[in-house]
């Protein structure tokens, strides 16, 4: 039933607009339009958005565009929010100095406002990409274990011991906050894991949806899901960065033979994966802050967002 109706549902028309945009963004940049060029990050990154959101509705019949608008503002608003977050990891001294530790901007916009809005435009990007590819990869997955035979014990309704929570939350605030007192360029894979272990044991402490939780289940869907869409958006991130006029470049203390792909070493891809898994965990928190579980909110371990229908 379910290959059938994503056979016959049709790509919604944001999802060609979508690709419009990334191939408009694509010719103009390599034509030389200096004004694309220093705003293609959040220029192609939304043509993203509108594709892979239109290829979600595709497989499900429902998306954050198509069907759940007020998440994708939310998704948006807390991935502007966390992203400045990392910035500050990245310049921990900036009232001090100028001094970023592992990623550093280029040829941005010189207006400060415009460079503001496209900042606040390009993170605003961020947690929807990686959650949007995550919902596709995840409705792939789950239609595999659903066609497959699953076990119903006691395994599936297991939670995560209080202890191991409690301990996992305490490593991960300290994981966390070192790299805020010892500015270290050695430390970047504690800001890549730190907030992941002390956000998402949180969040299953507080019975809201975490990793920690679908692990002692026996569910992967959602750690593989995750996992993917960190390693796809990130090699989309390098690749259209890569060719930008506004861009970033790395400044990293772990080096294979000072091999790169674009301008990410080869090792920092190992660092997707886990980077997916820690926004997810800060958006299902932050998210739950603003009240009680809504009713008719998902609680799949298929599911990424939460989902107001």
Not at 207 to 226: E, I, K, M, Q
Not at 293 to 306: C, F, K, L, N
């Amino acid at each position: 039933m379910r290959t059938t109706d994503t056979q016959r549902r049709k790509l919604p028309a944001h999802g060609y607009a979508g690709l419009a945009i990334i191939v408009a963004a694509e010719v103009l940049l390599f034509a030389g339009n200096g004004i694309v060029g220093r705003w293609f990050t959040p220029l192609v990154w939304t043509g993203y958005l509108l594709f892979i959101d239109a290829l979600v509705f595709r497989r499900k019949g429902r998306s954050l565009l198509a069907t759940n608008r007020i998440e994708f503002l939310i998704v948006c608003v807390v991935s502007i929010l966390c992203w400045w977050l990392f910035e500050f990891y990245n310049s921990p001294r900036f009232w001090l100095s100028d001094l970023e530790l592992w990623w550093h901007y280029h040829n941005l916009e010189p207006n400060p406002y415009l460079r503001r809005v496209g900042y606040d435009w390009a993170f605003a990007t961020i947690f929807p990409a990686l959650f949007e590819t995550a919902e596709l990869f995840a409705a792939m997955l789950d239609s595999r274990r659903r066609a497959s035979p699953r076990r119903q014990d006691a395994v599936s309704k297991r939670q995560p011991p209080k202890s191991l929570l409690y301990f996992l939350i305490a490593l991960g605030a300290a994981s966390a906050l070192v790299p805020l007192f010892v500015v270290n360029v050695w430390l970047v894979p504690l800001v890549w894991l730190g907030l992941a272990l002390l956000f998402d044991p949180l969040n299953a402490l507080r019975g809201w949806p975490s990793v920690t939780a679908d692990l002692f289940r026996g569910h992967y869907v959602r750690l593989r899901a995750l996992a993917l869409a960190g390693v796809a958006c990130g090699a989309l991130w390098e690749f259209w960065n890569y060719w930008a006029v506004s861009r970033w470049t790395y400044t990293v203390p772990y080096q294979l033979f000072g091999w790169k792909v674009f301008e990410m070493p080869v090792l920092g891809y190992l660092g997707y994966p886990p980077f997916a898994v820690e926004c997810w965990a800060m958006y299902v928190c932050l998210r739950s802050l603003l009240g009680s579980r809504p009713v008719g909110a998902s609680t799949s371990d298929a599911d990424i967002v939460i989902d107001l229908q």
